[in-house]
C-alpha cells in the first residue's frame, strides 16, 4: 500500500458515456499526477496539479478533464471516448515540484480502462 | 525533447545471476533520474533515486549508476530472485521544475527458480 488509492480498478464504457476516475492520497503531499500506461508505449504524463493548480497539460484531448478539488483529491473525468483511449491510467502524488527527494512519485495502482 | 530507451525490453535469467538493466537518455540536462518496479496489474514502487549530481545510489542488493555526460544508467541487481520478477521503469526528471518524469519502455523480467 502506497498511501495511493484509486477508484475504481477497472472501468468498462461505451464512447457515449461519462465516467469519472478517482485519487486520493493519504501522504500530505502537495503535488498530484494523473499518467496513461498503454500496451507497447511508455507511460506518458497527462496532468500535474501543485497545491490544486494545474501546472501541465500535456496535450491531452479535451475529452479527458481533470479535476483536483483539495490537495488529496484528484479526479479525472472522461467523456465521448475513443476506444484507442483504452489503456491503464495511473495516479501519482509527491511532497512537491521541487527537486531533490522530494519529488520522488508515489503510484496508485492504477484504473484499468475499456472503451467499446 | 527528451527520449529515454531502455535496453534488453525482456530478459530471462535463472535464479541467482547477477545481472545489468540498461536505460539512456538523449538529454543530458536532467534534475534526477529514478528507476521504478511494476509488477503486473500495479502501480509503479519507487527503487532508487540518482540526483544529478550524484553517481550511484543503493538498496540492499540494488544498485543504480548514473553517468549524466554519456546519457545512461544501470541498474545491477545482485543474487536475483524469482520475487525480483516484474517490469522495470526508468524515468528522468527534466530540468524545468513541473515533476515531469519521461519514462522508458521498460525492461521485463523473469527470474527462473
Keep these: 500500500e502506497t498511501g495511493v488509492t484509486q477508484t475504481p480498478r477497472h472501468l468498462v464504457m461505451g464512447m457515449t458515456n461519462k465516467k469519472s476516475l478517482k485519487c486520493e492520497q493519504h501522504l500530505g503531499h502537495n503535488a498530484m499526477y494523473w499518467y496513461k500506461q498503454s500496451a507497447k508505449k511508455p507511460l506518458e504524463l497527462m496532468f500535474v496539479y501543485s497545491l490544486e493548480e494545474r501546472v501541465e497539460n500535456n496535450s491531452v484531448p479535451s475529452r479527458f478533464s481533470p479535476e483536483c478539488p483539495n490537495s488529496s483529491h484528484l479526479f479525472l473525468h472522461l467523456h465521448t471516448l475513443q476506444p484507442e483511449d483504452s489503456a491503464l491510467y495511473l495516479c501519482a502524488s509527491s511532497q512537491d515540484l521541487g527537486g531533490l527527494t522530494k519529488n520522488i512519485q508515489y503510484f496508485g495502482a492504477g484504473t484499468r480502462l475499456s472503451v467499446l | ?113
Aim: aromatic share 6%; net charge neutral; with cysteine.
Design chain 2, 1 to 113: 525533447k527528451q527520449e529515454v530507451t531502455q535496453i534488453p525490453a525482456a530478459l530471462s535469467v535463472p535464479e541467482g545471476e547477477n545481472l545489468v538493466l540498461n536505460c539512456s537518455f538523449t538529454d543530458s540536462a536532467i534534475y534526477n533520474l529514478q528507476w521504478f518496479r511494476q509488477d503486473p496489474g500495479k502501480g509503479l514502487t519507487s527503487l532508487l533515486l540518482i540526483q544529478s549530481s550524484q553517481r550511484e545510489q543503493t538498496s540492499g542488493r540494488l544498485n543504480a549508476s548514473l553517468d549524466k555526460s554519456s546519457g545512461r544508467s544501470t541498474l545491477y541487481i545482485a543474487a536475483s530472485q524469482p520475487g525480483d520478477s516484474a517490469t522495470y521503469l526508468c524515468a528522468v526528471h527534466g530540468s524545468s521544475n513541473t515533476g515531469k518524469l519521461i519514462f522508458g519502455q521498460g525492461t521485463t523480467l523473469q527470474v527462473k527458480p
